[in-house]
């Protein structure tokens, strides 16, 4: 029923159909499930973000090692990656154990994962990793890797995985979602195209 001119609050109240809510009341509750459904989904998607974060960092990572083995032909520069410690780092292929100074930082140049993470990435593990029978990646002073095969490095946070390929002839690097079902101790994962 229409408020006429000059009613109360408490006569407008009452004018009301019983179980009705007012307009604030729905404002109120959609509001909070807007925000519970906001908190929900960045949980939930926290650690597929934090081992995507990783894959992208490796990736840029691995452009910046092949500019150094093409612009310094002359000194090379690989990665070399400790799964154990979850971490790896840019080196000279003559001291593949001792990282170079990163040029932004003035650092050591090394990537570390789960509680020492330097990138945000706490939750990160180096699942697994084929550089073609040992822990180092290596580019030559054309820009390809230093073996016949692909490269890949998969990097596992929670239910989520994102593997890095890097093409043995033009050291191109892509990165894939891991089909997370997949993870297991003795089982290997399924690679599924990243949307973009």
């Not at 040992?134 to 239910?159: C, H, M, N, R, W």
């Not at 891991?178 to 599924?192: N, R, S, Y």
Request: glycine share 10%; charged share 15%; net charge negative.
């Amino acid at each position: 029923m229409p408020a006429l001119r000059g009613e109360s609050a408490v006569e407008l109240r009452q004018h009301r159909r019983p179980g009705s809510f007012t307009l604030v009341e729905l404002l109120v509750v959609v509001m909070l499930l807007a925000l519970l459904a906001g908190i929900a989904i960045s949980n939930t998607n926290t650690s597929g973000t934090q081992a995507y974060a990783a894959a992208e960092g490796f990736a840029a990572d691995a452009a910046y090692a092949q500019a150094e083995a093409v612009g310094r032909p002359d000194l090379g520069c690989c990665i070399k990656v400790d799964q154990s410690a979850g971490r790896y780092w840019l080196a000279r292929p003559a001291a593949p154990d001792t990282p170079i100074t990163n040029a932004v930082s003035k650092k050591p140049y090394v990537v570390e994962f789960g509680s020492n993470a330097t990138r945000g990435t706490s939750a990160v593990s180096i699942h697994s990793i084929d550089f073609g029978g040992d822990s180092v990646l290596g580019f030559t002073s054309l820009g390809g890797i230093d073996q016949t095969t692909e490269a890949t490095i998969v990097f596992k946070a929670g239910p989520s995985g994102f593997q890095v390929s890097i093409s043995p002839t033009t050291g191109s690097a892509t990165t894939t979602e891991v089909k997370t079902t997949e993870f297991g101790p003795e089982k290997d994962a399924e690679i599924l195209p990243l949307p973009l």
